[in-house]
């Protein structure tokens, strides 16, 4: 299992660690790998206690480069902080005699055995992951076909030995360098960008993503206008009822479990998980989310439902990555 965190994100680190040495008792062995961000040497022992108290492998901690002293540009990172492009490096960072790994997002929860997906045939594909539900306006922007893959790189079965035979690494990072630094849904779209066509889609009990909580699914389809050949109603309720992995993405709709006031269907799990870590004290984080924002959010929640998603989808679908084509476009005027 690979991770990548920083120190702000080592207690949620802790938490999905927990989980996925509670639900995966059938593995004989867990080797963790944590891509490390500056994680205090407090934060790391508290980590090294976990697989400790599961008489697993201990943690082997990895040192990712900086990308933008690396590349030279100023990588933009709308989601999150720069670390979230540390997964883009496994190639080079993994030990050599490693056939495959499965790099999971901090925020999830392992909530059944991943026996199941560890064993899935890649088909000769690069990477297995969630097909993620966006317009043909955020392919456009990485310069995919209207209908191609943009997949959630939150969860990612990787061949690794096929990742370095196809130099993805170099291609991944050529990418950024061609954008300078500006690419839609950042690391995201830079992996689906390079690897739409080499990615199979798995099912999304495996990647159940905030979204899919959220809204029902004709809202979904109205709020992301995904393709049509999107995952079935049923799937997508099934994913819902028995999730083996709970991927708590953020959401203007709803609060994340670590943070005050979360109503996620699946809360109760994640603060479950937190007891049984070394950060079981720790208070539940307030919203940071910026001002004007939790605004906006509680004036559109006061809309009538419909209402509501007709808004959203109008910012989500095309004013988003729109707004996006046009200041990237500018940087390229510099």
């Not at 979360?262 to 109760?268: D, L, Q, W």
């Not at 720790?282 to 989310?289: F, G, I, T």
Request: glycine share 2%; hydrophobic share 40%.
């Amino acid at each position: 299992m690979v991770y990548s965190s920083d120190n702000k994100f080592a207690e949620i680190l802790g938490v999905s660690l927990v989980s996925l040495y509670e639900n995966n008792t059938n593995f004989s062995n867990i080797d963790v790998y944590v891509i490390d961000e500056n994680i205090s040497e407090e934060n790391k022992e508290k980590l090294q206690s976990i697989p400790a108290n599961y008489n697993r492998s201990p943690i082997s901690w990895l040192h990712c480069p900086n990308l933008n002293n690396l590349l030279n540009i100023n990588i933009a990172t709308d989601r999150g902080s720069l670390s979230q492009f540390s997964r883009l490096m496994v190639g080079s960072l993994l030990p050599d005699n490693l056939n495959r790994v499965i790099y999971l997002d901090c925020d999830i929860v392992i909530n059944k055995s991943l026996k199941e997906l560890w064993e899935l045939d890649l088909n000769n594909s690069v990477v297995a992951a969630l097909d993620d539900c966006f317009s043909k306006y955020y392919r456009k922007n990485l310069g995919l076909d209207p209908t191609a893959t943009i997949f959630n790189s939150g969860v990612l079965l990787i061949d690794v030995q096929s990742w370095r035979s196809h130099e993805i690494e170099t291609k991944l990072l050529d990418f950024i360098r061609l954008k300078k630094g500006k690419v839609q849904q950042s690391d995201q779209g830079v992996l689906s960008a390079v690897l739409s066509k080499d990615c199979r889609i798995i099912d999304p009990k495996f990647n159940a993503i905030t979204i899919f909580f959220d809204f029902n699914y004709q809202e979904i389809l109205t709020y992301r206008k995904p393709p049509k050949d999107y995952y079935s109603e049923e799937r997508i309720i099934e994913a819902i009822k028995h999730p083996y992995i709970i991927h708590y993405t953020s959401s203007f709709m709803s609060k994340r479990p670590w943070m005050k006031g979360c109503k996620h269907r699946y809360a109760y799990k994640w603060l479950f998980y937190k007891d049984l870590t070394p950060w079981i004290d720790s208070p539940l984080w307030n919203d940071n989310r910026k001002k004007w924002k939790l605004l906006c959010f509680a004036l559109a929640k006061m809309l009538p439902r419909k209402a509501l998603i007709f808004v959203a989808s109008i910012f989500q679908v095309y004013v988003r990555p729109m707004k996006n084509r046009f200041i990237y476009s500018l940087n390229f005027l510099k």
